[in-house]
Structure formats: structure tokens, C-alpha cells
Nanobody, 119 residues
Framework: QVQLVESGGGLVQAGGSLRLSCVAS????????MGWFRQAPGKEREFVAD????????YYADSVKGRFTISRDNAKNTVYLQMNSLKPEDTAVYYC????????????WGQGTQVTVSS
């Protein structure tokens, strides 16, 4: 089992910034990548970004490229999501995930943290 705990959500005006953090614990040795999904009200959960554990290779959804930056600190088992130039459409619950591959749906999920961007 892998436990994921997110922090850093909140309310911000459009154009502002937030940084999300996620700490992993438990059986993390099989982790291929960690990342973030989000779910807005009335919409399906969608991929935001992830980063591979070993190489630090990031991958982003087109909707956040150039605005969001994902990074990780393996010594702290922590992944970060720096979100800049936030838009109202970024409003969602953001979930940290741990993935064994990029091709499959993540197995482990955090409890989620709310990000609200006001216009």
C-alpha cells in the first residue's frame, strides 16, 4: 500500500499562483511515476501532469503546458506542482497519484485538495 497526502490547495485570483505538495509513504519502491489528476464539478477526472521517479521525466496535459511545473524530491518522497497563471477553468479537486506505469490508470490516490480560482 502507498499512502499519499496532499497539501497546498486554496483560493486564488485568476493570474495567481499556488504550489501543491504530496508526500508518499508506505511501499513506494515500485513507483514508476507520481503525479496529479483533477476533477472539476460535473466533469470527469482528468490527467494534469506526472514525473518519473528515476529520471525525473515530466509529462503534462496540453491544458497546463507552460503554466504548471511538476518536480520531485525523492529523498523526501515528495512531488510538487507549481501552478502559475491560474485560470477559473483550473478550479477542481486535485488528486496526487502514484503510478506503476503511464499506460494504466493510477492505483493509488490521495484524498484530494481543493483549488479554486476566482475571476
Amino acid at each position: 500500500q502507498v499512502q499519499l497526502v496532499e497539501s497546498g490547495g486554496g483560493l486564488v485570483q485568476a493570474g495567481g499562483s499556488l504550489r501543491l505538495s504530496c508526500v508518499a509513504s508506505g511501499r513506494t519502491f515500485g513507483t514508476y511515476a507520481m503525479g496529479w489528476f483533477r476533477q472539476a464539478p460535473g466533469k470527469e477526472r482528468e490527467f494534469v501532469a506526472d514525473i518519473t521517479h528515476s529520471e525525473g521525466d515530466p509529462y503534462y496535459a496540453d491544458s497546463v503546458k507552460g503554466r504548471f511545473t511538476i518536480s520531485r524530491d525523492n529523498a523526501k518522497n515528495t512531488v510538487y506542482l507549481q501552478m502559475n497563471s491560474l485560470k477559473p477553468e483550473d478550479t477542481a479537486v486535485y488528486y496526487c497519484v502514484s503510478r506503476s506505469t503511464r499506460a494504466s490508470w493510477p492505483r493509488y490516490w490521495g484524498q484530494g485538495t481543493q483549488v479554486t480560482v476566482s475571476s
